[in-house]
C-alpha cells in the first residue's frame, strides 16, 4: 500500500484543518455549516477552498472568514497542508482529487456518489495509509444520528426478533431542469441514473442495519428523461441473514418519498422521510401479543440527534483524533457501490448478480453501464441499445 507523503498525526491539542473543493450548492449548504459548528466548538478550522471558477471560490469565501481561495487543488495541497479534504464536487472528479488529498497525508470526507465505479473505489483505497490513516470516507449522512443508530442495536441485539422482510424507497421527482446541468444523467459524468445519484442513501442505511447482501436481481428503465441512464429501477435483494428485501428508485414519482420498512418477528420498523430523518420519522409497530410496556421501551430513542453532515462529521473528527477507519470508508462504505454495481448488472444482463462476483474483467467492475467510454444509451423500455 503506498504511504501517504506525510505519517498520521494524532491531532491531539489542536484545532483539524479543513479544506473544501468545489464551491457548489452542497459545498454551501451541508459541509461548510458542519465545519463551521465544530468550529465553533474548537474541533475544527477550514483554511482553504477550491474551485476552478475564480469568482465561484471567492463569492464562497466571502464572508465565512477562509482565509485562503485557490484554483488548483494540488497547489493547495502543498501550500495548506490540510488534515481534512472536503470534496464536493461532480463524481468523475472524486478519484482524483481523493487520490491527490490522501497523497499529500489528508484524510477525505467525499460526497456520494463516491466515484463511478469499483475500479475506481479500489484505486482510492489503495492509496490510504496503513493503520492510524489518512483514510477515505463517503458522505452516507443518512447512517448518522441517534434514530439510525436506536434501530441498529434494536436488531442486532435480536430485540425485535429475526428480520424477515423490508423495503427500500427512494422515490423522487426530477424534471427536465434538472437535466440540464451537462454531468447528469451521463454514465462517464455521474455514472448512473437514480440508483447511483439518490437511492444510494436509503440502499446504504439498509446495508447499515441488516447486514451483508447476498444476491440481487433487477430491472432498470428509461421511461421520461432524455438522457442516457435509466431514471427508475427495481430490484428484489437476498442478504446474508436470509430477509428478503424490494430496492425501488426513481426521478417519475411527483409524490416524493424516501422509506425503508423492516418487517421483524417482533415488530416492524419503518422510517418515512425525505432528505434526512429525526426520532419522529421512525415508527415501531409490535406484532399481535407483544407486551405494551416492552413496546414503549423500543419507541425511547433517547435525544433526538437528526441525520446530517454534522452528525457524520462528528464522527469522522472523533475517528481521525483516534487515528482510526471511519465508517463508510474501506470494506465499509465499498459493500454499498457493490450493491448498485450489481443491480446495473443484473438489469442490463438479466442475471442473477452475487456479492463478491464482479472484479477485474467484469466490464461492470470498470464501469456501471458495462461498456466502454461512448457506450451508446440505454433504449426507452431500459436495456442497453
Known amino acids: 500500500m503506498p504511504p501517504s507523503s506525510r505519517s498520521p498525526v494524532p491531532f491531539n491539542g489542536r484545532r483539524i484543518r479543513a479544506a473544501v473543493v ?41 464572508g465565512t472568514g477562509i482565509p485562503h481561495a485557490y484554483t488548483d487543488l494540488d497547489r493547495m495541497l502543498a501550500e495548506q497542508r490540510p488534515d481534512l479534504v472536503s470534496v464536493c464536487t461532480p463524481p468523475t472528479l472524486h478519484r482524483a482529487q481523493t487520490v491527490a488529498a490522501l497523497r499529500a497525508g489528508a484524510w477525505v ?22 493503520d492510524g490513516g489518512p483514510y477515505a ?6 447512517r448518522f444520528g441517534s434514530g439510525s443508530r436506536h434501530v441498529r442495536r434494536l436488531l442486532a441485539e435480536g430485540a425485535l426478533g429475526r428480520p424477515l422482510v423490508a423495503h427500500c424507497q427512494t422515490t423522487w421527482y426530477r424534471d427536465a431542469a434538472y437535466y440540464a446541468v451537462p454531468w447528469r444523467g451521463r454514465w462517464h459524468t455521474e455514472g448512473g441514473g437514480p ?29 421520461v428523461h432524455d438522457v442516457e441512464t435509466e431514471d427508475v429501477s427495481t430490484a428484489l435483494v437476498r442478504f446474508e441473514s436470509g430477509v428478503l428485501a424490494t430496492v425501488v428508485n426513481s426521478v ?7 422509506r425503508i420498512r423492516v418487517d421483524c418477528e417482533r415488530a416492524t420498523v419503518e422510517l418515512t422521510h425525505l432528505y434526512g430523518h429525526a426520532n419522529g420519522n421512525w415508527r415501531i409497530t409490535p406484532a ?27 464522527e469522522l473528527v472523533a475517528s481521525m483524533r483516534a487515528g482510526q477507519r471511519p465508517r463508510s470508508s474501506g470494506a465499509d ?7 448498485i454495481t450489481a443491480l446495473y448488472k443484473s438489469a442490463f444482463t438479466d442475471t442473477t448478480v452475487r456479492a463478491g462476483g ?28
Open 22 to 62: 468545489g464551491a457548489g450548492a452542497i459545498a454551501r449548504g451541508s459541509h461548510l455549516p458542519a465545519l463551521a459548528q465544530l468550529a465553533r466548538e474548537g474541533e475544527t478550522e477550514v483554511v482553504a477552498a477550491v474551485d476552478i471558477d475564480k469568482d465561484a471560490v471567492a463569492a464562497f469565501r466571502a
Open 109 to 130: 470526507w467525499c460526497e456520494k456518489p463516491p466515484v463511478p465505479s469499483l475500479a475506481d473505489f479500489d484505486a482510492i483505497e489503495a492509496e490510504e495509509g496503513a
Open 137 to 142: 470516507a463517503i458522505v452516507f449522512q443518512h
Open 195 to 223: 440508483a447511483m445519484g439518490h437511492g444510494i442513501h436509503q440502499m446504504d442505511l439498509l446495508l447499515d442495519l441488516l447486514g451483508p447482501w447476498r444476491e440481487v436481481r433487477a430491472m432498470a428503465g428509461r421511461l
Open 252 to 258: 417519475l414519482s411527483p409524490d416524493e418519498v424516501s
Open 288 to 314: 399481535p401479543g407483544v407486551p405494551a410496556e416492552l413496546a414503549e421501551t423500543w419507541r425511547d430513542f433517547g435525544p433526538d440527534v437528526p441525520s446530517s453532515h454534522l452528525a457524520q462529521l462528528r
Open 333 to 339: 462504505g465499498r459493500t454499498s457501490l457493490e450493491l
Open 358 to 385: 464482479i472484479g477485474p474483467g467484469d466490464p461492470y467492475y470498470s464501469a456501471l453501464h458495462g461498456g466502454a467510454p461512448g457506450w451508446a444509451p440505454m433504449t426507452a423500455e431500459g436495456v442497453p441499445a
